[in-house]
């Protein structure tokens, strides 16, 4: 859940935001306890009320292991990504296309499956800015921000 803030003219509001979406992640470790990722993200929003987020995210972050054992590993994650598309609507009345950017912190675990194998979960705190909504009249411009909490859980596969 993400809450959105919109804050333009007369448009100001504070609503609970679902998400859902697929994620792919590409990693390497660099040294003994960091490990660098590439990520690319496509998000969906359920509707409030009458209107739909769809945006890509992608960019890079670093994971920190805090604790791990054979099996298990429990890594502090941090993310900055670029949103290079975005899409908003409102109801039938018209669909905007956007770009923006966003950031993220949290805390990554995973458990070892089977050989190559992992299941992953994550709890983060995330932060995004868009830009360049602009919308037809009567509607006024908005740059909404979506701040706060992102989960997420995934099956990984390891090719070493």
């Known amino acids: 859940t993400l809450s959105q803030d919109i804050k333009n003219g007369k448009i100001g509001k504070t609503e609970p935001l679902n998400l859902n979406g697929v994620a792919f992640k590409y990693g390497k470790f660099s040294h003994s ?62 669909s905007v296309h956007s770009f923006g950017a966003s950031a993220a912190a949290g805390l990554n675990f995973q458990i070892q499956l089977h050989r190559n194998w992992a299941l992953e979960t994550y709890a983060q705190y995330n932060y995004l800015k868009f830009f360049g909504f602009s919308l037809r009249e009567p509607y006024e411009d908005v740059s909404p921000t979506l701040a706060g909490p992102r989960f997420g859980l995934g099956l990984m596969f390891s090719f070493i």
């Open 33 to 94: 306890k960091w490990y660098l990722q590439y990520s690319l993200k496509y998000l969906i929003s359920e509707p409030i009320g009458n209107e739909t987020y769809r945006f890509l995210e992608t960019g890079f972050g670093g994971l920190y292991t805090l604790i791990e054992t054979e099996r298990l590993s429990l890594n502090l994650e941090l993310e900055a990504n670029l949103i290079p598309h975005s899409f908003y609507a409102i109801g039938d009345d018209f």
